[in-house]
């Protein structure tokens, strides 16, 4: 969610054990919630991207009737 979506921040974890802290956590939250953090920024207008396009009307529709095609060809060839 981080790396390729921008629409997350992951939370430091500890050296040795791989646990993170609540204080990892609430700083990771107050990086991600701070109205001038630019992570922040990113985060929350990546977030309306991914909303946007994830609520355009026909999506499913659109990706359904490419997989139907694709499978048809198969049976076709």
Do not use: P
Request: glycine share 10%.
């Amino acid at each position: 969610m981080e790396g390729e979506l921008k629409v997350g921040v992951e939370v430091r974890r500890g050296d040795e054990d791989g646990f993170f802290t609540k204080e990892a956590v609430m700083e990771t939250i107050k990086l991600v919630m701070e109205e001038e953090s630019e992570i922040g920024k990113e985060i929350r207008a990546n977030h309306g991207k991914w909303r946007d396009f994830l609520l355009t009307k026909g999506l499913e529709d659109s990706y359904m009737d490419e997989f139907f095609q694709k499978l048809r060809s198969l049976l076709v060839e």
